[in-house]
């Protein structure tokens, strides 16, 4: 993979082939920002956090993305909220889930999220060097609440065994079973 030049908008924008839309979160006196490609690809929504990697607790820095069957900016705005707000003060773990505690967007009746690697992009895009330094690329994936308690207490491992459409918003829940 070639290093990127510039930040990680112009990098995503150059994958995707088309320039992200703005969506700007406020909260506890924290903004972020959210490029939003839509449909890109065909039928999904792509939402990137832009600034969380300024003041994360991890190592490397990071940077969210989540990937949606729908147009619905909800997801976007709910993904710049949860970063906003835990910017600094969680560290955005693989296997960690995030409870909205409502519904996320009126298209759908998930509630919260888990945190997984980035499945988005090749593999080599996971951890991307910049000029300014590494930017580790995360995915936040929709889930349900029965799901979300089953991940608590299970762990991520028996969600991911089941491979569950991702980005399907409307997907029937996983067995709990």
């Given at each position: 993979m070639e290093r990127?030049?510039?930040n990680?908008?112009?990098w995503l924008d150059q994958i995707v082939g088309a320039s992200a839309e703005y969506l700007k979160v406020e909260e506890r006196g924290n903004t972020i920002h959210v490029a939003h490609w839509r449909d890109r690809p065909p039928g999904l929504s792509l939402f990137a956090t832009i600034g969380l990697s300024v003041s994360t607790l991890s190592?490397?820095?990071?940077?969210l993305l989540l990937t949606v069957e729908s147009p619905q900016l909800e997801w976007g705005y709910a993904m710049g909220f949860i970063a906003a707000q835990a910017r600094g003060r969680f560290d955005f773990a693989i296997g960690e889930t995030i409870d909205f505690r409502a519904k996320i967007s009126?298209?759908?009746d998930m509630s919260a999220f888990?945190?997984?690697?980035?499945?988005?992009?090749?593999?080599?895009?996971?951890?991307v060097e910049f000029d300014s330094g590494t930017i580790e690329l995360r995915?936040?994936?929709?889930?349900y609440d029965d799901e979300l308690r089953a991940i608590r207490?299970?762990?991520?491992a028996f969600f991911?065994?089941?491979?569950?459409d991702v980005a399907d918003v409307h997907r029937d829940r996983v067995a709990l079973q």
């Open positions: 990127p030049t510039g990680i908008v112009s190592e490397p820095p990071t940077e009126p298209d759908s888990v945190i997984v690697p980035q499945m988005m992009l090749p593999d080599s895009y996971s951890r995915q936040l994936v929709p889930i207490t299970r762990g991520p991911a065994h089941q491979h569950p």
